[in-house]
């Protein structure tokens, strides 16, 4: 997605629907391997990107912000269950 002259790689949280009613979506951004230290709440990704999931970095973008992005692709369920765990585990959900 770009953002002035960045580019920066997420992983939508939010759902399609909530994305469309509220022009919005809530937003993981990833960070390359290794930009970070690692935790035991961090995420390695491997594919479709190889980046590093960190759950602190959750933040909402404007649908707008999305008309230019780059669809990378889709992250594997077990993946996603690992962010969504870890997420939940930073807002003591």
Same mark, same amino acid.
């Given at each position: ?7 920066? /790689? ?5 759902? &399609?629907?909530?994305? @469309? ?13 290794? @930009? =970070?230290? &690692?935790t035991l709440?961090?995420?390695?990704? !491997? &594919?479709?990107?190889? $980046? #590093? $999931?960190?759950? #602190?970095?959750?933040?909402? =973008? !404007? ?8 669809? #990378?692709?889709?992250? $594997?369920? &077990? /993946? ?6 870890? #997420? ?6």
């Amino acid at each position: 997605m770009p953002v002035g002259d960045t580019t920066r /790689t997420v992983v939508i949280l939010s759902i &399609d629907e909530v994305n @469309a009613k509220f022009k919005a979506a809530v937003c993981l951004l990833l960070h390359p391997p290794g @930009a =970070y230290p &690692d935790t035991l709440l961090s995420v390695p990704i !491997a &594919d479709p990107v190889r $980046a #590093v $999931a960190v759950p #602190v970095n959750i933040t909402q =973008y !404007a649908a707008r912000r999305f008309e230019n992005a780059k669809l #990378v692709g889709a992250l $594997a369920p &077990d /993946t996603m269950e690992r962010i969504e765990r870890a #997420v939940r585990s930073v807002l003591g959900l």
